[in-house]
């Protein structure tokens, strides 16, 4: 898929106070990582193992919730209050790597589960990347 | 309205790691924050002074967005990482108090900022509240 | 809870073409059988006897889904085309009936399930109410 | 960006009763339009023609919404009533239609209005292509 992330960015008509190449990648990174661990969720449901995955359906539906949420913040280019961004991308960082270390305990029994977590590892460092330019 | 949240928490199969009076209490504050957040935005949009109201209506959706996803985050009583939640609601505390001071400096001219900032300032207490059980 | 979906559709600074108070009734109704399906999807997870009940947690999840989505564009009272408003309402209607029937073939052996049936059945009734003034 | 759609189907552990390769592009073009949605309503909040823009801001605001909750819906592959499959990408084509018009009428003014106007009849194509293979 292509997004039309760094274009609109592009066309944006004020100033943007974050490096907008990170910005980019980190609001893609967050759209591909909600979307990876809605699919996630619903395979597992779907496993005949689905008892021993529940805390991993759990993690991947807050994953997404909170990935979805952030990358719509992300897209309003919220310069009035740095606090908010940084606390997003702090609980960004904070559920990435929890769904990540869930989904990659179960990643040598089901594909899905290795696909979604480097997407959450992936997820996870471009949100480290973009606060470092905050602080 | 009368929502469902109380009710839900009391038929939950398993122990939840909060108080339950006061995780009901923020889950329904966020929902309706969120809510006034939603409307609140599109009133904006419909003043005749929509230009003097864009900060507001950018934090509103912010608001919303993160009201909405922590409560369904919090609707899951994730168990298994208390940062998640504790991050969640240190953001929701952020967003909120930006969003009911934007609101509330509107709030003499537009009545619909009045009853949003009112609605974020009991979600911040509300979130605030929950977050010293979890210290 | 109360939500202020009526004071704030009354501070509204424009005409809304739809019964105001119908209106209000379905945005809280669909933001309580939002709030319901995604507390009765992490109930069903916990239970026991999880691997029954992967139906009924797919059918809340699209059920909060489309329900949250639906009450955020009633929320925008959308005059500039009402085939949007009915083409969602139709939606929930189809949505709330699947997920209240599967909620409510398991409402005897678990109480969330029938909590969330009711909500389900209430935001249905809701909905086609409001579908009859649009036509 | 990348988006792990295709390869997250190809593992999924079930039958999808649908074409896997349109329901991919299908769910990426939901994707893209929802963020192209987002991003277009703050860039029009930030034009100094804001109070041109109202109708075009809230019709973003309602595509995105549809949008966003059809890829989550349509990600879960649900078998269990085809009705509310075609019942979302109803509404998705009438909203993206909507917004595709709207954002057409300004694309020449504004190049964020033009991008976002395609995405939403990229995203009208691939619904309505699915659609016919639903009926």
Known sequence: MTTTTVP??????????????KLAATIDALIACAEACTACADACL??????ELTTCI?????CADVCGATARVLSRHTGYDANITRDLLEACVTVCRACGDECGSH???HE???IC???????????RDLL???N
Chains 1, 2, 3, 4 share one sequence.
């Open 46 to 51: 779907s496993e005949d193992g689905v008892a």
């Open 112 to 114: 899905h589960c290795r």
């Open 8 to 21: 609109m960015l592009d066309t944006y008509p004020r100033t943007i106070n974050l490096d907008r190449a």
């Open 107 to 109: 990643a040598g029994m």
């Open 132 to 134: 470092t330019t905050l």
């Open 117 to 127: 977590a480097d997407a959450c590892r992936a997820c996870e460092l471009a949100c």
């Open 58 to 62: 759990r993690t991947n539906l807050d």
